[in-house]
């Protein structure tokens, strides 16, 4: 089935509202993961995304729908046994899959950065805060002793951290949510044009979610964010615009209330309606 774009904004399949500056062009990008033509693997596209200088745009869908390579590919990279066979992917005006490997490393980690599901692996446990900082900074051309601390209290602050604290902790004396804070400002702590964060709140316990789903909503007033989830609640919560995915296609983009109360497609509307029956029987417990 082909995109239903579920919106009446004046602006091409994919795409944000009105004349914004672009930050994601992915145009008809097609990707194969494994070897589809021996039935094991997956073919995913064409796919075409525009996200514009502020917006937030929540990726949703089933398991399986290619959520996370999307979101890999918006910093250049795919998982073992995957490779593009189509299309480009244009981040800060830069075109990744022509860009050479020096570029593509300067790019991840300063121009486009990601928030994983789980903040426990991705930390150095035995390297303090501060020097973990340190490194993601250096290694993106900030060398200034006091800039290096200025830029890591900024970032940490944003994340809604003390900025003093945390600096001298070492990421096993966290708590998970803490830990996925400090994720946040890692990805923040070079100002990039967009955060792409998959299932930033898988991992947590609920009441950790819900800090950090409201701790997204902050970002989101001065970022360019792309929150991958599987969870519409995160979706409702935070997106400017929600693309629905299935089958390795967009099938369904449009606002928060377009999809909540007209979904089109059917994949959206059985999202949509689990979302709804998950309230009731929440609701039901809790009496
Ligand atoms: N190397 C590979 N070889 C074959 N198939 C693969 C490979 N890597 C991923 N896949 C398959 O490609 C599909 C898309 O994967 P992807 O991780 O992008 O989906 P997703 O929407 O993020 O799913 P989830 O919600 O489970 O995280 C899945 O069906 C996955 O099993
Ligand atoms: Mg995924």
Known sequence: MTETTNTTKPTGAGGPAGATQLVVDVSQLTVELGDPDRGHGVRIGPVDLRIGRGECVCVVGTSGAGKSTIGQALLGMLGPGGRVTGGSVRVAGTSLFEADDKTLRSLRGSTVTMIFQDPTSALNPVRRLDKIFADVLK?????GKDEIVARTREAL??????????????AHELSGGMRQRVMVALALVNRPAVIVADEPTTALDPTTQKEVIELFGVLKRTNTLVVITHDLRVARRLADRIVVMSLGRIVETGTVEEIMTAPRHPVTQGLVANQKLTKVVKRRDRS
Not at 139 to 143: C, D, I, N, P, V
Not at 157 to 170: G, K, S, V
Request: without cysteine; charged residues 25%.
């Open 139 to 143: 290694a993106h051309g900030t060398t």
């Open 157 to 170: 602050t944003a994340a809604e951290l003390d900025p003093d604290a945390a600096m001298r902790r070492y």
